[in-house]
């Protein structure tokens, strides 16, 4: 986005770590040329609104999974869900409007191939969601939890936190709620407002128990989800609802899994790191060729996909080869994850005396219509 | 309030009547397996086929007739759900179609248990006192609910419990030093000593750890239940809490998806008059927790949570059902707490002194004589 532009050249030709960098209001997914400043106060030049312009970026076609076929982020997930209720007779899936497929049709068909008793509405009550989420997974049963937007997702808060992420911890490993996986809709969609925009990962990325993964693309999608459910622990699991329809890649059919707590370095570079998780991976991506192009500097784009546990191995080893690091989020800056990241590399000794580390993130004030781009208008 | 509680100790009431049980006799239902309980898919209630015709409601929400009359309906039409019990105060049997014939080491069992708990209680509760452990909840007045219900139960029924129920596990054979060993978070702890005493767990004995957030266990309970049916087995779950713990939205949320998701699961609210301070008329104004069940559609009861035998028989009878029809029962015990409800904190309530233990003893010792000739 244009804030990421703005601190990403600023800072490349700044000696100094610039801490403390203010709250930037939300603008625009877009990347824009702007000239240099000397100042580093935001708020010197007016904020122009910008215009809309987001690219999804597909990657290569996987060949290692067998075959493929098109499909867009809510198809690779309808595929993940109807893989493991194919393979795992005691899966189910549920929520507030499932049965008919879903409010992004992530589980069309699935109720008519596998039955009412596993796919099925609950009532409309996220603490109900979760907590009998948690329930079906302490009886030996693969939950799979979807709540209808991540904005949500706060009634069920206590039930994740204090409860799923406690269970196996607090009985001493007699019972645990491995088998659950919550599913939400997650992040900024350009017309979603207050409540239909959250990107709330960085209040559960201070739970210890829980894991929180956010996807980049369908055949990211997939095969995270399915590690997710894999997985042994509760997990959340983020699909960035602007890619829903806008990310179509060829998506393997055949069950296959991505490590979680393993980032991705999609593009090598060496003068600066980016990250982003989500749909921020794609702006990072033309950031980073815009970089290029512009002012010869070579980015390395780095997709976090695991916030927690996140990867830190992988993040180090790219400062220390840049030395410098700029993260970037759509959540509120304050408390947000890329705070976690910047302060964990910069007391990281062996990333190098000093890195110097910035954060762009969404502002003070919640998700406005006014000052969200329009998808689809430029 | 003391001069009701000296007469409804539940271990004095149930042992006055040792003598009346005859041996031998069939227990009420005892036996009896479910047979093999078809899983209702089509019993997912249909909403009324329309016919604009008739002159009556035709919404999809709620099925009823037209009243052209302006009038609320009242919140206790009647007087309270009435209390089901078994037995007097004075612990005979008043109607002996409900005698559930429990066979005299059955009954002996329920007394030799709840005067266990009481005794684990007491010696507890005094090392909380005397700065040994940290904290302890005691189970005085409720030992009936314990019991009662957990004998019950199937062996592979899953408990999800609050935090008073410590005689269901005893009843299920957790050893004392078991117990001991939470309290006291030593190495013999089977939850590795991470938590405060009192938070009890056993995957043997199919009794869910105890946490410390209220009624979060209750929407777990139900999907513990909806995995369960799946499974198509003779197994049920038990979720108990307080009436406390019913104000919480957890305890909503789980009553709603349990009727609507036809979960074979039993509610079991322990009704002791208190949360802490807050006595019940601060806690709600309906008709206590048994009158919510029918608002959620589920078959509801209350019991005297004192009388151990109707205790018995009401979960008897809703597991049964809970099993064979897959839907949930709500069971509210009315009973007292009658202590101090935690150690740490000095709530003294004039109406809740522990039971005059004297009158007790005697009449342990009077029954013993008469049990053992």
Known sequence: ???????????????????????????????????????????????????????????????????????????????????????????????????????????????????????????????????????????????????????????????????????????????????????????????????????????????????????????????????????????????????????????????????????????????????????QVHVMKEVAQMAQEKLGVSCEVIDLRTILPWDVETVCKSVVKTGRLLISHEAPITGGFAAEISSTIQGHGGAGAYPSCHRAGGGVHPELVTSQSQFGKS | MAAIVSSVSPASKMFRTCFHAACGAAALNASRLPQHRAFRLNAMHRQQPFDSTLEKPQFPGASAEFVDQLEFIEPNVISGIPVYRVMDRQGNIINPSQDPQLPKDTVLNFYQKMTLLNTMDRILYESQRQGRISFYMTNYGEEGTHIGSAAALEPNDMVFGQYREAGVLMYRGFPLDSFMAQCYANTDDLGKGRQMPVHYGSRDLNFVTISSPLATQIPQAVGAAYAIKRENINRAVICYFGEGAASEGDAHAGFNFSATLECPLIFFCRNNGYAISTPTNEQYRGDGIAARGPGYGMLSIRVDGNDVFAVYNVTKEARRRAVAENQPFLIEAMTYRLTKLVTQKNWYLKSSFPIDMNGKAMDVSFNQRNVLH
Not at chain 1, 75 to 87: E, G, P
Not at chain 1, 230 to 259: G, M, S
């Open chain 1, 1 to 279: 986005m244009a804030a990421a532009a703005r601190l990403f050249l600023r800072g490349i030709h700044s000696k100094c770590s610039v801490s403390g960098v203010s709250t930037v209001p939300r603008t625009s997914f877009g990347p824009r040329l702007l000239k240099l400043s000397p100042s580093c106060d935001p708020y010197t030049k007016a904020q122009r609104r910008h215009a809309a312009h987001f690219t999804f970026q597909p990657d290569l076609v996987p060949t290692q999974y067998g075959p493929t076929q098109k499909m867009n982020l809510f198809q690779s997930i309808t595929s993940a869900l109807d893989n493991t209720l194919s393979s795992d007779p005691t899966a189910v899936i549920f929520g507030e409007d499932v049965a008919f497929g879903g409010v992004f049709r992530c589980t069309v068909g699935l109720r008519d191939k596998y039955g009412k008793d596993r796919v099925f509405n609950t009532p409309l009550c996220e603490q109900g969601i979760v907590g009998f989420g948690i329930g079906v997974a302490v009886a030996g049963a693969t939950a799979i939890a979807e709540i209808q937007f991540a904005d949500y997702i706060y009634p069920a808060f206590d039930q994740i936190v204090n409860e799923a992420a406690k269970y196996r911890y607090r009985s001493g490993n007699l019972f645990d709620c491995g088998k659950l996986t919550i599913r939400a809709p997650w992040g900024c969609v350009g017309h979603g407002s207050l409540y239909h925009s959250q990107s709330p990962e960085a209040f559960f990325a201070h739970c210890p128990g829980i894991k929180v993964v956010v996807p980049r693309s369908p055949v990211q999608a997939k095969g995270l989800l399915l590690s997710c459910i894999a997985d042994n622990n509760p997990c959340i699991f983020f699909e960035p609802k602007i890619l829903y329809r806008a990310a179509v890649e060829q998506v393997p059919t055949e069950h296959y899994t991505i490590t979680l707590s393993q980032a991705e370095v999609v593009e090598e570079g060496s003068d600066v790191t980016l990250i982003a998780w989500g749909t």
